[in-house]
Each structure stands twice: as C-alpha cells, then as structure tokens.
C-alpha cells in the first residue's frame, strides 16, 4: 500500500525506496520525468483504485501524439 508520504515525496521529486524489491537505481522515473518535462507535460501520483501507485501524464501536447 502507498501512503500518504511516499506520494508526497515522489510529487518532490525524491527517491523513495522499497527495501523490500530494491533492484535497480531508480533511474526510471528520473527519465520519464525528464521526458516528461521536456515536452511540456506533467505527470501526478496518487493510490491505485485497486491498490499499488497510479502515475498520470498530462497536458496539451497529449493531444498531438
């Protein structure tokens, strides 16, 4: 389950960790937050319906794609 913190924290922009299936750097959202950036969008998290993270790219250029 995601709270409250964890949502907050990747709102700002920082690493946040699961020690219990740590793999890799977390390179991964820094990417796409790059990308994301450099075409105008943005991109949200909040609590899954059915559990686990739900991540939200949006804006106008979405349109053009």
Known sequence: EIDDATIARLEKGELVRDRRRARG???GLRIV???VREHGLSLS???GEHGGLEVTVSGSALGAC
Do not use: E, I, T
């Open 25 to 27: 750097r977390g390179l």
């Open 33 to 35: 937050r790059r990308v």
């Open 45 to 47: 998290f909040a609590r």
